[in-house]
T-cell receptor, first 114, second 111 residues
Framework: ETGVTQSPTHLIKTRGQQVTLRCSSQ?????VSWYQQALGQGPQFIFQ???????GRGNFPPRFSGLQFPNYSSELNVNALELDDSALYLC?????????????FGPGTRLTVL | DAKTTQPTSMDCAEGRAANLPCNHS???????VYWYRQIHSQGPQYIIH???NNETNEMASLIITEDRKSSTLILPHATLRDTAVYYC????????????FGGGTRLMVKP
């Protein structure tokens, strides 16, 4: 069984640029959630994807967008990067069949915006 | 989702039990108590969850008070590898619900 993987591991961008982060969900999982974790804080929910559609969103502006593909992998896109977007971005996968009781997190992508 | 309150940090001696408290006085009847932990530079890891009965698995035990307003996560024999931030979360256990993380408790296991 393959766990949740994310790419890239680290990324450095400058203010105003756009970034795409990628996540491959655990085998058999059809739901993907994205979280932002600023340094020293707990993760904050960005949004969740199920059946290729956004299914729930946290308090993040529209410049944070995502996609889910037929194989359940997912992308997080952030446009017009700001300095405060510097954070660890976490992807978590779960199974609707199993009731989302347990979410499996990837190792995260650390984004630095200069 | 109901809010939780946890101590900011705790220490525990290696080999001893670590008891991590969590207050969730506004928990609703259909909300479960979940525990996750995050070891430095890794993603959060699910530990255990429960509704009202005490639960035990290979990682930990979860003790929920009868009024469900508080709970305790017990690591029976803490090791250095258990040093992490532990998050107590309450949520409705059905499909599609996000996890709302607070600040968590930073547990330091010392030799």
């Amino acid at each position: 069984e393959t766990g949740v993987t994310q790419s890239p591991t680290h990324l450095i961008k400058t203010r105003g640029q756009q970034v795409t982060l990628r996540c491959s969900s655990q085998s058999g999982h059809n739901t993907v959630s994205w979280y932002q974790q600023a340094l020293g804080q707990g993760p904050q929910f960005i949004f969740q994807y199920y059946r290729e559609e956004e299914n729930g969103r946290g308090n993040f502006p529209p410049r944070f967008s995502g996609l889910q593909f037929p194989n359940y992998s997912s992308e997080l896109n952030v446009n017009a990067l700001e300095l405060d977007d510097s954070a660890l971005y976490l992807c978590a996968s779960s199974s609707r069949i199993a009731g989302d009781n347990e979410q499996f997190f990837g190792p995260g992508t650390r984004l630095t915006v200069l | 989702d109901a809010k939780t309150t946890q101590p900011t940090s705790m220490d525990c001696a290696e080999g001893r039990a670590a008891n991590l408290p969590c207050n969730h006085s506004t928990i609703s009847g259909n909300e479960y108590v979940y525990w996750y932990r995050q070891i430095h530079s890794q993603g959060p890891q699910y530990i255990i969850h429960g509704l009202k009965n005490n639960e035990t698995n290979e990682m930990a035990s979860l003790i929920i008070t009868e009024d469900r307003k508080s709970s305790t996560l017990i690591l029976p024999h803490a090791t250095l590898r258990d040093t992490a931030v532990y998050y107590c979360i309450v949520r409705v256990s059905n499909a599609g619900n996000m996890l709302t993380f607070g600040g968590g408790t930073r547990l330091m296991v010392k030799p």
